[in-house]
Nanobody
């Protein structure tokens, strides 16, 4: 059974940093892109950032300069480092993994590009 389990969320003050982790089990995702999405109350799920098998990353404009994606293929884990958090970053953050397009050169930006999803971890940023 494939599982993606996020951790590292919580309540932080504006200006703080957080590092989220997503540990995958049940199969290896090293050949596939993995990504982070977030969903705030009343809003659509949106792309935060992702990483290809080779380490190429892509980020949403809202996070550029504040967000870094990395992965440890040996641990089947992807990370999301977020700095200078602000209240607009408050959301449930979910990781996702593709399972159909190995060794791709680009990170899918749409939710339809991913077949496996974690349950999400809440990030709340207070002002």
């Amino acid at each position: 059974q494939v599982q993606l389990v996020e951790s590292g969320g919580g309540l932080v003050q504006a200006g703080s940093s957080l590092r989220l982790s997503c540990a995958a089990s049940g199969r290896t995702f090293s050949p596939y892109p993995m990504a982070w999405f977030r969903q705030a109350p009343g809003k659509e799920r949106e792309f935060v950032g992702g990483i290809t098998y080779s380490g190429r990353t892509d980020h949403a404009d809202s996070g550029k300069g504040r967000v870094a994606i990395s992965r440890d293929s040996a641990k089947n884990t992807v990370y999301l480092q977020m700095n200078s958090l602000n209240p607009e970053d408050t959301a449930v953050y979910s990781c996702a993994a593709d399972h159909l397009s190995p060794y791709g050169a680009y990170v899918p930006l749409q939710t339809s590009g991913y077949g496996y999803w974690g349950q999400g971890t809440q990030v709340t940023v207070s002002s």
